[in-house]
């Protein structure tokens, strides 16, 4: 049986906090770990991307006690909160309702099967080479990695399968071949930025999320295609894996569900 920090301790075993503590100390901002601390009971939990007004609802039908998140239910500091913001009425809801909250944000992002080495294994890498270490050869942010030569187009097409969403956008001829990508999962147009400009890749194609302009068009001026998959899309797929994961190891001692929102697929 587990109670709330031997739960813990078994999230932690695949997406070591220590890797979020590392980013944080070299700029990056986070806030992973036990955020909200209702009681030490673990016997039902929810895994779900956002603590979003539907997973709680979801959360409260299915009698959990226990809500797994990967992007923070508290990101920045709170200076008040309210349940009439749409924005915080979640996190009142699931204290109200005495969930016990977990985020696994930058350590799952980072860790050595975590979510930006899914994005990469969902891209059709085999092996990947980390561009941006932390702790050792095994965990950082950014892969890059060699595919057998395929259009763009063609990649672009696995990738709306594999991700389950139509709503990627891509820069570049449909007709360039593609020998290497590099994936950063999420927000990371800057790294990808930053990556290229210090040579530390030179992948034909560079896919993440949320890209700012000037970011697209200081690749597209590298020579990059860029693809762009939804910020949802591209993280629920290694998030999900990390559940099957968990799961897997509980076996019958918890029961565990998953909530994919398809608002943002």
Same mark, same amino acid.
């Given at each position: 049986?587990?109670?709330?920090?031997?739960?813990?301790?078994?999230?932690?075993?695949?997406?070591?906090?220590?890797?979020?503590? *590392? @980013?944080?100390? &070299?700029?990056? =901002?986070?806030?992973?770990?036990?955020?909200?601390?209702?009681?030490?009971?673990? #016997?039902?939990?929810?895994?779900?991307? !956002?603590?979003?007004?539907?997973?709680?609802?979801?959360?409260?039908?299915?009698?959990?006690?226990?809500?797994?998140?990967?992007?923070?239910?508290?990101?920045?500091?709170?200076?008040?909160?309210?349940? %009439?913001?749409?924005?915080?009425?979640?996190?009142?809801? @699931?204290?109200?309702?005495?969930?016990? +909250?977990?985020?696994?944000?930058?350590? *799952?992002?980072?860790?050595?099967?975590?979510? !930006?080495?899914? *994005?990469?294994?969902? *891209?059709?890498?085999?092996?990947?080479?980390?561009?941006?270490?932390?702790?050792?050869? &095994?965990?950082?942010?950014?892969?890059?990695?060699?595919?057998?030569?395929?259009?763009?187009?063609?990649?672009?097409?696995?990738?709306?399968?594999?991700?389950?969403?139509?709503?990627?956008? =891509?820069? $570049?001829?449909?007709? &360039?071949?593609?020998?290497?990508?590099?994936?950063?999962? $999420?927000?990371?147009?800057?790294?990808? +930025?930053?990556?290229? &400009?210090?040579?530390? %890749?030179?992948?034909?194609?560079?896919?993440?999320?949320?890209? @700012?302009?000037?970011?697209?068009?200081?690749?597209?001026?590298?020579?990059?295609? +860029?693809?762009?998959?939804?910020?949802?899309?591209?993280? #629920?797929?290694?998030?999900?894996?990390?559940?099957?994961?968990?799961?897997?190891?509980?076996?019958?001692?918890?029961?565990?569900?998953?909530?994919?929102?398809?608002? =943002?697929?």
């Amino acid at each position: 049986m587990y109670n709330l920090d031997s739960f813990y301790a078994l999230l932690d075993g695949f997406a070591p906090i220590r890797l979020s503590r *590392l @980013a944080v100390a &070299q700029g990056d =901002y986070d806030n992973s770990g036990i955020l909200v601390r209702n009681h030490d009971k673990v #016997n039902k939990v929810l895994f779900g991307l !956002d603590l979003s007004e539907k997973l709680v609802e979801r959360g409260i039908k299915l009698g959990v006690d226990t809500i797994v998140t990967h992007h923070p239910a508290i990101y920045m500091p709170l200076n008040a909160v309210s349940i %009439t913001n749409p924005e915080q009425a979640p996190l009142l809801t @699931a204290i109200k309702k005495n969930k016990n +909250v977990i985020s696994m944000h930058l350590n *799952l992002d980072f860790a050595k099967d975590g979510i !930006d080495h899914n *994005l990469a294994m969902g *891209l059709g890498a085999e092996k990947v080479n980390i561009l941006q270490k932390y702790s050792d050869e &095994q965990e950082g942010y950014g892969r890059e990695f060699s595919l057998p030569s395929q259009s763009l187009l063609e990649v672009v097409n696995k990738a709306k399968k594999t991700f389950n969403t139509n709503k990627i956008i =891509y820069y $570049g001829n449909k007709n &360039q071949k593609i020998k290497s990508i590099a994936s950063f999962c $999420g927000g990371g147009s800057a790294h990808a +930025v930053e990556c290229v &400009q210090k040579g530390l %890749t030179d992948a034909d194609l560079i896919v993440s999320s949320d890209f @700012a302009h000037h970011n697209i068009k200081a690749l597209i001026q590298n020579g990059k295609a +860029v693809m762009v998959i939804p910020h949802y899309a591209s993280e #629920n797929y290694g998030f999900k894996k990390y559940f099957e994961k968990v799961k897997n190891t509980v076996g019958e001692n918890l029961q565990l569900f998953y909530f994919e929102d398809k608002r =943002y697929l």
